[in-house]
């Protein structure tokens, strides 16, 4: 048997806590996407989860320091949902990922495009709970 790696999600807390959302925040539906171990380091991957009537494509970023990232998977300046293959990397220590279309970079941790700073992506909070990655979503 095989001790599973150290992982460290990037974590989110408003201090508003409730019974009914597991712990988050207020109004957060927590969605579990795929086990942890299924994401490999500094690959992006998409999913598409449901909030309300509406589907969101959501990309995923595990970091090599064992980071979760999760972030709106279209890319607002194409249209196209492609930023989970985008390639992976970091500005000055923050993480990011520039579009695989016309290669404008996002910080991951706030969604700020960092070459044009009025345009973001959506950021979704995760959580690992036994070994599952979650999503927080409205």
Sequence with gaps: MTAEPSMTVRPFDDGVRSADTGGGPIGLR?????????????????????????????????????????????????????LSRGIVG???????????????????????????PSTRVPVFPVRVADGRLQVGLP
């Design 30 to 82: 927590w969605e579990t996407v795929c086990p942890l171990d299924r994401l490999l380091p500094e690959r992006g991957a998409a999913a598409l989860l449901a909030t309300g009537s509406e589907a969101v494509q959501v990309a995923l970023f595990r970091m090599a320091d064992g980071a979760v990232h999760a972030i709106g998977n279209v890319d607002p300046f194409s249209g196209a949902a492609v």
């Design 90 to 116: 970091d500005r000055d220590g923050v993480p990011t990922v520039a579009s695989p279309v016309y290669k404008q970079v996002f910080n991951l941790v706030t969604g700020e495009c960092l070459d044009d």
